[in-house]
């Protein structure tokens, strides 16, 4: 998880902020992962940020 979205570089720390945000990680990582195609995970996630399309099919 540390590698794909740098969780040690988060500042949030209080109240339920950190397991939320790890329970979002955990969740988009299952969705990146489920997609089938010869990309990284890294370029995958860079890619759904920057193209909407892309963002839609992992989605759906």
Excluded: W
């Excluded at 969740?27 to 920057?50: C, D, G, M, W």
């Amino acid at each position: 998880m540390d590698v794909t979205f740098r969780e040690d570089a988060c500042r949030a720390r209080k109240g339920y902020a950190p397991e939320n945000l790890s329970t979002m990680r955990k969740f988009a990582l299952q969705i990146l992962k489920e997609h089938e195609n010869k990309l990284s995970l890294k370029k995958r996630k860079v890619r759904a940020a920057y193209d909407v399309q892309y963002l839609k099919e992992l989605i759906l």
